[in-house]
């Protein structure tokens, strides 16, 4: 009977080893990695994680500074091979590409 006992506790031990090893996504979304990259600077000024209105709040003000931060970084790459400002129609198309770039995660 102990025999029996221990060998449905070790095949529930290897079982049980197996599915914590379970692969991972290999891709999230852009918005997923915003949104987790917002939710792990959700922390309070002892370093604790905030919840409720607080975690809402800081999440939907980091989302939009990050949305907001890139057209300002897409305006600063908008260089020619000199290194002067484009301007016109090349500026156009580097700030749309740059932000088409920047919104699929790239």
């Known amino acids: 009977m102990s025999k029996l006992i221990f060998a449905a506790l070790s095949g529930l031990f290897v079982a ?4 914590a ?3 991972v996504a290999a891709a ?16 309070d000024k002892n370093g604790k994680p905030l919840a409720g ?3 809402a709040a800081s999440m ?23 290194g002067k400002a ?3 129609a090349a500026k156009t198309a580097s700030m749309k590409k740059c932000e088409a770039d920047a919104q699929a995660g790239k």
């Open 53 to 55: 209105a607080a975690k």
């Open 28 to 43: 999230k979304p852009a918005a997923a990695n915003a949104a987790s990259a917002c939710e792990a600077k959700a922390i």
């Open 21 to 23: 090893q379970a692969p």
């Open 86 to 88: 484009l301007a016109g």
């Open 60 to 82: 939907k003000k980091c989302e939009a500074d990050a949305k907001a931060g890139a057209p300002a970084n897409c305006e600063a790459k908008a260089i020619d091979k000199n």
């Open 16 to 19: 049980s080893m197996a599915f």
